[in-house]
């Protein structure tokens, strides 16, 4: 028994100290691709890129900490051009041909199970023999990712809320101003940037900046989206960025989109979407892109209440005219969308995710 135990030590051992051998952390100068301040960190979770710089992955302009990070972000790997850092030689390499050591004696980065990148197979093989695990394709690591996505989030959830939510809070109400606007930020990493760099909190240190930003972006910034009502909520300094309209006077033909903590108002569903295909087209709002919108709510005709905007049933081309003339009707059942479309002559009934753009435009014809 005592043999037993000595040797479950020792291995115990050896696997810390493996560990310790291998670091995510960048060695030299890492490569950033994200612009400004923000790009230091992981939009999807806000950790550190340099700190976790060998499990990055970089895809569309953004730079994600780990493969699932990357998972959430993307969901499908078809049409994307996708890059990783090779863990020997520190550079960005196409993941797609990439070898993937997973599994090994090395800590995951936001999941329990790691997967460490090479360039070479060579490389990935005797990384496996130093570290144990296997040698797999990135197409098998990224559904590998997707697959355990339920089971890391619930893991990580359980971390922040009995540790990392708590010790947020706390330092947020001895450390920090207390009228930060989350309304002003599109992700967490940016939350994150303006945390340190515009000094809205007072001497931050190590895992402390971490714990406040995951406290103000997912608890404070969910509980301020969870109190809009029933009914949209307007402003009367709030203007349609698409046509320009005060769009409290149109309560009844009402949308929003939220990206992140900060949100548009619309006075109907066309102008929406215009501004959904395209936001800089009415502006500079180079920040207001598709990936970063967290909830789309418009107006139910019938009920008068917010929907989620993304699931509901849309009339088009009936003979009900909406402040800038013809409208997307918005519907929560698909009944009721059928009922209009028969009672107003509407010429054909969509979801969300079949909206065209240039149909959209026809509309003002």
Same mark, same amino acid.
């Given at each position: 028994?005592?043999?037993?135990?000595? /040797?479950?030590?020792?291995?115990?051992?050896?696997?810390?100290?493996?560990?310790?051998?291998?670091?995510?952390?960048?060695?030299?100068?890492?490569?950033?691709?994200?612009?400004?301040? $923000?790009?230091?960190?992981?939009?999807?979770?806000?950790?550190?890129?340099?700190?976790?710089?060998?499990?990055?992955?970089?895809?569309?302009?953004?730079?994600?900490?780990?493969?699932?990070?990357?998972?959430?972000?993307?969901?499908?790997?078809?049409?994307?051009?996708?890059?990783?850092?090779?863990?020997?030689?520190?550079?960005?390499?196409?993941?797609?041909?990439?070898?993937?050591?997973?599994?090994?004696?090395?800590?995951?980065?936001?999941?329990?199970?790691?997967?460490?990148?090479?360039?070479?197979?060579?490389?990935?093989?005797?990384?496996?023999?130093?570290?144990?695990?296997?040698?797999?394709? /990135?197409?098998?690591?990224?559904?590998?990712?997707?697959?355990?996505?339920?089971?890391?989030?619930?893991?990580?959830?359980?971390?922040?809320?009995?540790?990392?939510?708590?010790?947020?809070?706390?330092?947020?109400?001895?450390?920090?101003?207390?009228?930060?606007?989350?309304?002003?930020?599109?992700?967490?990493?940016?939350?994150?940037?303006?945390?340190?760099?515009?000094?809205?909190?007072?001497?931050?240190?190590?895992?402390?900046?971490?714990?406040?930003?995951?406290?103000?972006?997912?608890? $404070?910034?969910?509980?301020?989206?969870?109190?809009? #009502?029933?009914?949209?909520?307007?402003?009367?300094?709030?203007?349609?960025?698409?046509? #320009?309209?005060?769009?409290? $006077?149109?309560?009844?033909?009402?949308?929003?989109?939220?990206?992140?903590?900060?949100?548009?108002?619309?006075? #109907?569903? $066309?102008?929406?979407?215009?501004?959904?295909?395209?936001?800089?087209?009415?502006?500079?709002?180079?920040?207001?892109?598709?990936?970063?919108?967290?909830?789309?709510?418009?107006?139910?005709?019938?009920?008068?209440?917010?929907?989620?905007?993304?699931?509901?049933?849309?009339?088009?081309?009936?003979?009900?005219?909406?402040?800038?003339?013809?409208?997307?009707?918005?519907?929560?059942?698909?009944?009721?969308?059928?009922?209009?479309?028969?009672?107003?002559?509407?010429?054909?009934?969509?979801?969300?995710?079949?909206?065209?753009?240039?149909?959209?435009?026809?509309?003002?014809?």
């Amino acid at each position: 028994m005592k043999k037993t135990l000595l /040797f479950m030590i020792i291995l115990l051992s050896i696997q810390s100290y493996a560990s310790e051998m291998f670091t995510k952390r960048a060695s030299g100068k890492p490569i950033f691709i994200q612009e400004g301040e $923000k790009k230091y960190w992981c939009p999807i979770c806000g950790m550190s890129l340099k700190k976790f710089y060998k499990t990055s992955h970089v895809t569309e302009k953004k730079q994600f900490c780990s493969i699932r990070c990357l998972a959430v972000s993307v969901g499908s790997i078809s049409s994307n051009n996708i890059k990783v850092v090779d863990a020997k030689t520190e550079n960005l390499i196409d993941a797609k041909s990439a070898f993937y050591v997973v599994e090994s004696d090395i800590s995951g980065t936001m999941s329990e199970v790691s997967k460490i990148a090479f360039a070479k197979e060579e490389d990935a093989k005797a990384f496996s023999e130093e570290y144990d695990g296997e040698v797999i394709s /990135f197409q098998k690591a990224f559904e590998m990712a997707k697959k355990s996505l339920l089971s890391d989030i619930a893991m990580l959830q359980k971390k922040k809320e009995k540790m990392i939510y708590p010790m947020g809070k706390k330092i947020f109400s001895k450390k920090c101003q207390q009228d930060i606007n989350l309304s002003n930020f599109y992700s967490i990493n940016e939350l994150k940037a303006s945390l340190i760099n515009d000094k809205l909190c007072k001497n931050l240190k190590g895992m402390q900046s971490q714990a406040v930003t995951l406290y103000l972006w997912e608890v $404070k910034r969910a509980n301020l989206l969870e109190k809009i #009502g029933e009914s949209i909520t307007l402003s009367k300094d709030e203007k349609c960025p698409v046509c #320009g309209m005060f769009t409290y $006077k149109y309560p009844k033909w009402a949308t929003q989109i939220f990206y992140g903590g900060r949100h548009f108002s619309f006075d #109907g569903v $066309k102008d929406m979407i215009k501004f959904y295909f395209d936001a800089t087209k009415w502006g500079k709002y180079e920040g207001a892109t598709r990936d970063k919108i967290s909830k789309i709510l418009v107006t139910d005709y019938y009920s008068q209440k917010a929907i989620d905007g993304t699931q509901a049933y849309y009339v088009i081309g009936s003979d009900v005219l909406g402040p800038m003339g013809n409208e997307l009707i918005p519907f929560t059942q698909e009944s009721d969308a059928k009922s209009f479309f028969d009672d107003h002559h509407g010429k054909t009934i969509v979801r969300f995710d079949k909206i065209v753009e240039k149909e959209v435009y026809r509309l003002d014809e």
